[in-house]
């Protein structure tokens, strides 16, 4: 059969080849000019989003740090609207009572504790009243001040009086960040901001939402609101360190702190059920920080052979993280039921299971610690981490945990929480 462009003698074919051609050619120009509108539509929407503030994004300026909670509900549901649970009263005292790490931002030389009481503790009653008159949890505003300006202390919050890192894209955070005339105005701002977020209908929610998450969650604002694809998980760990604590000041459980130096340690902890820890740290101050453990050091990753010695020190031994120091990681299992017996489980999924919960509770209840290992979803660690159970509340709600790593938190938290994406626990001292 012959091919129809063929070209025959009587040229009709060469004829009908060249238009089709023409149409071809005609129907690419089409198409490209399409693609160009499109993308030239698409700069244009986001530069004037841009220049109204309704994109803003927030550059991480200082590490935030990784603290432990009390269980309340903010935390399990990683809202981002306030549910009226707690006063101003309230919310000013844990303010109040939140002591800032010791030292200084890298940007300006500016002290943290300076920054958190110039500004944010200065300021507590203004993060409330302004955050709740928008609907928002001050508590998500507070940490997000907190996390995008290293307590007050970067270039942008200086200078600018922007603590929130609103305006400040990642291609020039300084020139891009909004100016404000004073601390109440840049919460105010980042307040209505975070309600148009949250507000169904508006262009966030559906941008939210077209990105597959709650628009009224942190990790739906977070979303759009930075670049960096763990913000919201860094701004929770941030609430959960200023926030987590308990309103009073008396402790859940029988247990007490004692202030008790020693290589590697500050405090000691005494349990409700006797026994006396030592709460070595795996990055503070120590002889053994900076000695070989797998392929880095027990600063960078020896939460687990800083745990042994925790519970170890329970025991009466003086054992310290230096003492598995090596270039090979050790059995966490094996080098603790050689000293004391116990029985070691890991989980067949990620996740504590009602068994899990209620096993190490009875465990606690007899005296003797427990051993976590805990993955990403944990709010304690954007990997995995190691840490000790000393202690457990009369109710068997709250766990007093002892964190290896400095910036952690040393105290009361709510169980589910300390047990969120639990992988292995090893009940010390429950062996033969």
């Known amino acids: 059969m012959k091919d129809s462009f063929k070209e025959n003698d009587d040229g009709k074919n060469k004829q009908n080849k060249i238009i089709f051609k023409k149409i071809g050619l005609v129907r690419i120009i089409i198409v490209l000019l399409s693609l160009f509108w499109i993308l030239c539509g698409l700069v244009i ?8 503030g309704l994109l803003d994004g927030g550059t991480n300026n200082n590490a935030s740090l990784i603290y432990g909670d009390n269980g309340s509900s903010f935390l399990q549901s990683g809202s981002a609207l306030f549910d009226g649970s707690y006063t101003e009263a309230e919310f000013v005292e844990l303010v109040n ?6 030292g200084v931002s890298s940007e300006t030389g500016l002290n ?12 507590a009653s203004n993060f409330y009243k302004i955050a709740t008159s928008y609907g928002i949890d001050p508590r998500f505003v507070f940490s997000i001040g907190i996390h995008e300006s290293g307590y007050g202390t970067s270039n942008i919050s200086q200078a600018k009086l922007n603590f929130f890192g609103y305006g400040a894209y990642d291609s020039d955070p300084y020139g891009g960040a909004h100016g404000y005339s004073s601390m109440a105005a840049s919460i105010e701002a980042v307040s209505k901001g975070l309600k148009n977020y949250v507000t169904e209908g508006t262009v966030y929610y559906n941008m939210i939402k077209g990105k597959g998450y709650d628009p009224t969650t942190i990790e739906g604002c977070g979303s759009i609101y930075a670049s960096d694809p763990d913000w919201a998980k860094k701004v929770r760990q941030t609430m959960i360190r ?3 604590q308990t309103v009073s000041a008396t402790p859940v459980g029988d247990g ?3 202030s008790e130096s020693g290589d590697g340690y500050t405090q000691v902890y005494t349990s409700s059920y006797g026994r006396t820890y030592k709460e070595f740290k795996q990055n503070g101050p120590s002889s053994y920080r900076d000695k070989p453990y797998g392929d880095d050091t ?6 687990s052979i800083t745990s042994i010695a925790i519970v170890l020190s329970g025991y009466g031994y003086n054992y310290t993280p230096a003492t598995w120091s090596s270039s090979s990681l050790v059995s966490i299992y094996g080098e603790t039921n050689k000293v ?6 890991t989980n067949s999924v990620s996740g504590a299971t009602s068994e899990n919960k209620e096993a190490i509770q009875n465990h606690l209840k007899t005296g003797n610690p427990v051993i976590i290992h805990v993955l990403s979803k944990s709010p304690f660690t954007a990997n995995q981490h190691w840490m000790a159970l000393l202690d457990i509340s009369s109710d068997g709600s709250q766990v007093y945990l002892s964190n290896p790593n400095i910036t ?10 300390a047990l969120t994406d639990l992988m292995t626990y090893i009940l010390v001292g429950g062996g033969n």
Do not use: E, M, R
């Open 97 to 102: 009572s939140f002591v800032p790490p010791d």
């Open 242 to 244: 200023i926030f987590g």
């Open 298 to 303: 027990i600063a960078a990753q020896g939460c």
């Open 340 to 345: 004391v017996p116990s029985v070691n489980h």
């Open 45 to 52: 929407i986001t530069s004037v989003f841009k220049v109204l």
């Open 256 to 258: 007490t702190v004692i």
């Open 112 to 123: 943290f504790k300076w920054g958190y009481n110039t500004y944010f503790k200065a300021n």
């Open 408 to 417: 952690g938190v040393n105290g009361w938290v709510n169980i589910d929480t």
